[in-house]
């Protein structure tokens, strides 16, 4: 029970943290008009370079993905697909 409520709430911060890396560099004003780009020179010059807001959002889309991929694999140990060992084997001689 704890685990399925851990996985989910894992794929729900996933989700919702890639859609925002995805879409905040590119319309949100927040990216461009706060505290650290007013004081900060180089914080500035970095948040107008476009390298750099394509290498957040494909961050955000690597989250995306994560997410995903944790879905299908929660379904695929509800089927029975993929076996986990959680087994320690002792060395043998």
């Not at 290498?55 to 944790?70: C, K, M, Q, T």
Request: include cysteine.
């Amino acid at each position: 029970m704890l685990n399925r409520l851990l996985t989910a709430l894992y794929v729900l911060f996933c989700f919702e943290a890639g859609v925002c890396l995805l879409v905040l560099p590119w319309v949100s004003k927040l990216w461009s008009d706060n505290f650290f780009v007013d004081h900060y020179v180089w914080v500035s010059s970095l948040s107008r370079n476009y390298f750099v807001r394509g290498a957040v959002s494909g961050v955000g889309l690597v989250d995306i993905w994560l997410a995903f991929y944790e879905i299908l694999l929660w379904l695929r140990r509800r089927r029975g697909t993929v076996k986990v060992n959680h087994s320690v084997k002792a060395d043998q001689p």
